[in-house]
Structures are given as structure tokens and as C-alpha cells.
């Protein structure tokens, strides 16, 4: 029982179901569609598999609007076909997570139709105010100043019920009233009965969103530099939260291995409150998306930058605790377009190689790049409520359209002719089916790393920073007993030569054993002196 758990065995891989494979020609993808890619899924190496959103929504925001939470939305399929899938990853060895949205539901749900109409329990299921005021065209003015995360006031007034209603997301995402006990008894419900279906667990949507400050008449305070930037003190990482989490934590441990994944963009001392402490653990770990937003760009990609973002999150880590490392999800740009192609494979190995587990959002084992989307083939409501000329540095549709499966019809996405976002027109040159057949390619380093980390060294041992500086980045994985490993890369945008002894708790030794020497080469070779040749990263055993 005391061996390590499946998610600290290996990577979590983010399956975004609309756009992984298509079963039915539907051009959305499905639940069949990842069955029949569960190959795939199985050849990556990977222990987990989440999905993205499949239950009945009226897809706004596709699917993170949930209209009933124990259903699986036509689109995606039936629940036999989600059995179907759980079987079959199973079978495959792999582990399946469900996403959890309990924040908000769809307005489109019984129970948000039932409280607008004030029926019975249902009446404080949602988080409904009386207006502040009315103005001069007796036109209600909303409570307090709380604004969306997709922008715009909050509140949303509801004529049938002569109150406003609060909504974090889009007005279609009413937030759930979590000091309500119906509520939080539904929500348990929920998850009891995913669980009793076999899912392995849950990553949990917008999760510090939970619960609002209980009174509603408070504005939230200005930035003192920027009058249109609210500080969410009263709308984000409420003490109740962590409460309701725990609670959520101590259902799933009645389960056997049950792994509970967060999703909190916040503050670092914030995100880490997640993980709980050695005596009340909450979380088995919140998202970690500081790599993410710290290399959020080229110019930002430096040795520095690396070094600092993730010794933040194990310097901020509470004892005890497992690290992850995020490089890409389903509203964030890919890691390729973001910080380029040649950058693919040395973060794949950074993120692969480190303790902890490392989270692969679809489509990046391959280094799939941001798919350019007209206004007019926009779906994103995020984009959409930007407009023509901006819905660009918003939209999160260029990082989820179909995943590129082969050179032939529609990338191997769907039979049909039509997806619901454009296929990338690079699809010939990148797509799984040519990765596969090539000696060298994303794919295979990705596999190829995925497979060295199966040493006693990664799953054990610790990490230091030997050296990291403008251009390089490095570090050591060492282990009592076993080959150390230190692993080189090359951040500049230039090849060049670097020394290899790098600091003094590393010793090359003189048969050092090359175990990888480029992105595109996976031979193993000796390194010739004390020097290497650098185009992109390198990885090294030697004696610890
Ligand atoms: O995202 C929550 C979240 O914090 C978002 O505001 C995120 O920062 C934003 O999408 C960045 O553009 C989750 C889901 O991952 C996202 O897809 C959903 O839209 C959102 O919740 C609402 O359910």
C-alpha cells in the first residue's frame, strides 16, 4: 500500500475530447474516438489519462456549461461507450481521470431553472442578490463590483426572478452556492457516482472560485496602479473553500488510489494551500502553471528564468508533498508557437525528467503549433466577446483544434468533411503517422525520454542546478547507489560548444555514457574530452 501511488509513476496526459478523434464523421470528436486512439495513449508512456469535459452541456463553453453531471453529452457519445473507454484504457494499463466542474453549472441545468423560480431547496442553490439600486431608466444595478474572469460585471439580472444571479464565467455559468448543503450534497453525489463507474479520479475546475465572501455588498478593492484591476479577496481561495475540499478529499480516500488534481491559477502561497499539510491533505497536488506563465515567451525563455520557476514551486512546496510540472493545456497557446520549434523537445525533456509528475496536453508529443482562426471560424466565447480586431490575443481556439493523426483525409481526424475548428494546414508535415515512422522526430524523444525515466535515479532522486546561466539551463538527477544523470540545454537560439563540468557535484566521468545528444538523435554516444556540441539539450549519466 505503501509504494508510490499511479500519478507519481508517470505523466498525466490531457485528452480535449472535441478535437482528439472523431468516430462518427460528426467533425467533433468522441468518446469512440479515443478508444480507437487508445494506442497511441498507450505508446506515449504515459499513466493517466484526463478528459476534458464530456457530460450533457449546451456547450458555450464547451463543455464546462454542465447541464446534468451523472450524463454523457450526445455528442461525445453514449454511457456505454464511456464504459466502453474506461475498459479500454484500463485494459491498456492506464488510468482515467474525469474533469470536475463545480463551480458553476449550465443556466441551461433543472437546478438553475427550478432556483430562478424559486422552488422549494432550489431556491439558494445559485448565489442570488437584490440590486443595489435602480437607475434613472430603473435599469437594476448590481451588487457589488465583482467582475467575470471573461470580462464585464459579474452579476446577471434575471427578470423572472426580479434578482441577480452571480456568474465567474459567462452568464450561461451561473456559480453554484456552495453554503448551500443541498448543494455540496449534490456535488458528492457527483462524484461518488463517477467513482462508482471506475474512474481514478478528478482534476477540478476553477476550483478557487468555490465560495464568495458571504456578504454580497462588499466591493472588491482597486489596484492602486490600475483602477480597472480588482483584487479577488473576496471571490477567490475563501477559507470555506479548503473546507469543501477537504471534504471532497476525504470521499475519494474511501476509494482505493483516487488522485485529486486542482486547477488554481493564483499567487504561489495561495496555490500551494491546495496540497493541504502532512495532517489535513487537501489536493494530491494543484496545477503547477508558473513554467507556463513564466515562459510565456521567447524573450522570457532563459537559464535563469527556468532555474527560478521551478525552484519556485519546490522551495513553496509543503513537506511531504509531490511536484508537477504543466507545459501546455487547453487555454494556453502551445509550447511550439509560444517559445519554438526547437524548444519542443528540451521542455518535453525538462518537464519529463524532473521529480514529480509532468502534464502533456494533447497534441504536444508531436509539437503540434497554434492553428491560425478566422473571426468568422471562432468559437471561443472568450474570443468572441473581443470582436474582430481583438478576439486574436484572446481566443483559445488555435491551441484546441483537431489533433493531426496521419497525412490523409482530414489529418486521420474524422471520416466526415467539415471539424468544428479548422485542421492546421501544416497537418502533412506534423502529425502523429509520420512521427511514428521516422528515426527521429518529437514523438520518439518523447517516448525515448519517457522510457528513461523509468529509472530508479528519476523516480527517486534528487535534483540540483549545477549551472544555469542566459543560453543553458542544467541539472542533475543523483540517487545513492544508482548512475547520476545530468541533463543540458541549450537556450539560446544558437548551437554552440558547452563545458561539461559543470559544477563539482556532478564528476564526468571519462566513460561517461551519452545517453541522449540532440533532439534529433538518440544514439548513444561518448562524449569526446569535456566538451559537447549543443543544438538543443543533451543528457549525460555518470557517477554520482
Ligand atoms: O479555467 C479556469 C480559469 O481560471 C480560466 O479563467 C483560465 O484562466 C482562462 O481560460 C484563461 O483564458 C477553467 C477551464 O480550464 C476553462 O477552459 C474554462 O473556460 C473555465 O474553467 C470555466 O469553466
Request: one cysteine or more; a negative charge.
Amino acid at each position: 500500500a505503501d509504494g508510490p501511488k499511479f500519478w507519481e509513476q508517470g505523466g498525466v496526459y490531457q485528452v480535449y475530447p472535441r478535437s482528439f478523434g472523431d468516430s462518427d464523421g460528426d467533425g467533433t470528436g468522441d468518446l469512440m474516438g479515443v478508444v480507437a486512439h487508445s494506442d497511441h495513449l498507450k505508446d506515449l508512456g504515459v499513466v493517466t489519462v484526463w478528459l476534458s469535459p464530456i457530460f450533457k452541456s449546451p456547450m458555450k463553453d464547451f463543455g464546462y456549461d454542465i447541464s446534468n453531471y451523472m450524463a454523457i453529452d450526445p455528442i461525445f457519445g453514449t454511457m456505454d461507450d464511456f464504459e466502453r473507454l474506461v475498459a479500454s484504457l484500463h485494459r491498456n494499463g492506464l488510468k482515467v481521470v474525469l474533469d470536475f466542474v463545480p463551480n458553476h453549472s449550465s443556466n441551461l441545468h433543472e437546478w438553475f431553472t427550478k432556483s430562478e423560480a424559486r422552488e422549494g431547496n432550489y431556491t439558494d442553490y445559485y448565489v442570488w442578490a437584490e440590486a443595489k439600486d435602480y437607475d434613472k431608466n430603473n435599469t437594476p444595478i448590481p451588487p457589488n463590483n465583482w467582475m467575470s474572469e471573461f470580462g464585464g460585471s459579474a452579476w446577471e439580472w434575471s427578470g423572472i426572478r426580479g434578482q441577480f444571479y452571480y456568474h465567474q464565467f459567462l452568464a450561461e455559468q451561473p456559480d453554484l452556492n456552495y453554503r448551500n448543503e443541498h448543494v455540496k450534497e449534490e456535488m458528492k453525489n457527483v462524484l461518488r457516482f463517477w467513482l462508482d463507474k471506475g474512474v481514478d479520479g478528478f482534476r477540478v475546475d476553477a476550483v478557487k472560485y468555490l465560495v464568495e465572501a458571504q456578504d454580497l455588498n462588499l466591493d472588491e478593492p482597486t489596484d492602486s496602479d490600475n483602477p480597472e484591476l480588482l483584487h479577488h479577496i473576496f471571490t477567490t481561495n475563501q477559507p470555506e473553500t479548503f473546507q469543501i475540499l477537504r471534504e471532497w478529499r476525504e470521499l475519494v480516500d474511501k476509494y482505493h488510489e483516487k488522485v485529486l488534481m486542482v486547477e488554481v491559477y493564483s499567487e504561489v502561497e495561495d496555490v500551494m494551500k491546495y496540497y493541504g499539510n502532512q495532517s489535513v491533505p487537501l489536493a494530491h497536488f494543484p496545477f503547477n502553471f508558473f513554467m507556463l506563465e513564466a515562459l510565456n515567451n521567447r524573450s522570457t525563455l532563459n537559464g535563469y528564468a527556468l532555474k527560478d520557476t521551478i525552484s519556485l514551486w519546490l522551495d513553496y512546496m509543503p513537506e511531504g508533498k509531490w511536484p508537477n510540472w504543466v507545459l501546455g493545456n487547453h487555454d494556453n497557446g502551445r509550447v511550439a508557437s509560444r517559445l519554438g520549434k526547437d524548444m519542443v523537445d528540451a521542455l518535453n525533456m525538462v518537464v519529463l525528467l524532473l521529480p514529480g509528475t509532468p502534464v502533456t496536453y494533447n497534441g504536444e508529443e508531436i509539437g503540434m503549433e497554434n492553428t491560425f482562426i478566422s473571426w468568422e471560424d471562432t468559437r471561443d466565447p472568450e474570443g468572441c466577446r473581443w470582436g474582430p480586431d481583438h478576439y486574436q490575443e484572446h481566443s483559445r481556439d488555435p491551441e484546441r483544434t483537431p489533433m493531426q493523426w496521419n497525412d490523409g483525409h482530414m489529418a486521420g481526424f474524422t471520416n466526415g468533411n467539415n471539424t468544428w475548428l479548422p485542421i492546421n494546414a501544416n497537418y502533412q508535415e506534423i502529425n502523429v503517422a509520420a512521427q511514428k515512422n521516422a528515426t527521429h522526430s518529437h514523438l520518439k524523444f518523447y517516448q525515448h525520454v519517457t522510457e528513461i525515466r523509468q529509472e530508479e535515479t528519476f523516480k527517486k532522486g534528487k535534483v540540483t542546478f549545477p549551472t544555469y546561466d542566459d543560453s543553458t539551463f542544467s541539472f542533475i538527477r543523483s540517487l545513492e547507489g544508482h548512475p547520476s544523470y545530468l541533463a543540458v540545454v541549450n537556450v539560446a537560439t544558437v548551437n554552440r560548444t558547452v563545458n561539461l563540468h559543470l559544477g563539482a557535484n556532478f564528476q564526468l566521468p571519462d566513460k561517461a555514457e551519452m545517453v541522449i545528444h540532440s533532439s534529433t538523435s538518440v544514439a548513444k554516444e561518448t562524449p569526446s574530452g569535456s566538451t559537447v556540441f549543443l543544438d538543443s539539450l543533451t543528457l549525460v549519466a555518470g557517477e554520482g
